[in-house]
């Protein structure tokens, strides 16, 4: 179970997609609805669209959840099985005493369905979205704990050309990244693999009074994502990528004779030029991209949502200390 989150201002674009309207190759099925008139599409958008006048302040009044499940789910995925998820879901979510509706879409091998919300609710409020994202993954990974449904087991299989926005650009960091494991042996190279496919990456936090890394964050396409959002098993993170680059190194240092040699004192040799030569390249590489504030800066990068994150607690804290007086 996967649920995807998008808001909007046009409701009749998004009913449309739902219902699959505008498209010959797919096929849906309106399953359950709220507060709406269906005898047509032309109802349930003019439904909509009256009610979000409620509230002039909302400026994306459109609400758009996919919730996908595996294959290997699809013969419990019964119409009256996927509305009780869904309803479900929207109860957890907070996504209550609005109109709505649910339709199923056909055309995947993988059971999923569209939800389409109002954002202004029936008493003219907005419905909220604070830290949408990140409750949608508890509470899709609480309700697949309880439902028995299939968890992901492989990200490498995910076919990345069915997806869009943020979670194709997701994908594509995860395998770009996984790829460059296998094969980089230092930061430099690590890092000239991922930008050869447009992703770059930042040593982002560091301990208090340290300079060292907790944690990394790639940029793909303008979307940024912490190397926890990537993955959350950590097979993205600063420490397995680390762990990664040595083995690699040691491996490629590691002689490659079948046979034991027996060890011998070699005199210590100067290195040869074309030695010197690669060194010293490596060297003005390294101090060009430390000239230009490379991608690899030794300080905090500068993250306006964790800053606005960050002043919010403390404005939180502030008031509970003047409570406490």
């Not at 008139?37 to 109802?43: A, G, I, L, Q, W």
């Not at 879901?89 to 939800?115: S, V, W």
């Not at 993205?236 to 083995?247: P, T, W």
Request: charged content about 30%.
């Amino acid at each position: 179970m996967i649920g995807g989150i998008t808001k909007g201002s046009s409701f009749s674009g998004c009913v449309e997609y739902a219902l699959a309207l505008k498209e010959k190759n797919k096929e849906a099925r309106l399953l359950f609805s709220e507060g709406l008139m269906t005898d047509s599409p032309k109802d349930i958008i003019d439904g909509f669209e009256c009610q979000r006048h409620l509230n002039s302040r909302v400026r994306h009044w459109c609400g758009h959840i996919s919730l996908s499940y595996s294959p290997k789910d699809a013969e419990r995925m019964s119409d009256e099985f996927m509305v009780k998820l869904a309803l479900e879901y929207m109860d957890k979510m907070g996504i209550k005493n609005t109109q709505f509706i649910i339709a199923r879409h056909l055309d995947k091998e993988h059971p999923h369905c569209h939800i389409v919300y109002n954002r202004v609710d029936n008493d003219g409020k907005c419905v909220s979205d604070s830290f949408e994202y990140y409750r949608n993954n508890e509470i899709c990974d609480e309700m697949k704990k309880k439902y028995g449904l299939t968890f992901g087991e492989n990200k490498d299989k995910v076919k990345v050309d069915r997806l869009k926005g943020r979670s194709k650009s997701r994908q594509e960091i995860y395998l770009a990244v996984q790829a460059a494991k296998r094969t980089a042996k230092d930061w430099t190279s690590f890092q000239r693999e991922l930008a050869q496919k447009s992703i770059s990456v930042r040593k982002k936090k560091f301990r208090r009074g340290t300079t060292e890394v907790e944690g990394l964050s790639y940029i793909k396409d303008g979307q940024k994502f912490k190397a926890s959002q990537i993955d959350r098993d950590g097979r993205c993170s600063y420490n397995v990528i680390c762990k990664a680059l040595d083995r690699n190194m040691n491996r490629q240092s590691q002689p490659t004779s079948s046979s034991p040699q027996p060890m011998r004192q070699q005199p210590k040799q100067e290195p040869s030029a074309a030695a010197k030569i690669i060194e010293a390249g490596a060297d003005m590489v390294e101090g060009l991209g430390n000239a230009l504030g490379g991608i690899f800066q030794v300080g905090p990068a500068y993250d306006p949502e964790e800053e606005a994150f960050i002043n919010e607690m403390k404005r939180r804290q502030k008031r509970k200390r003047g409570r406490s007086l």
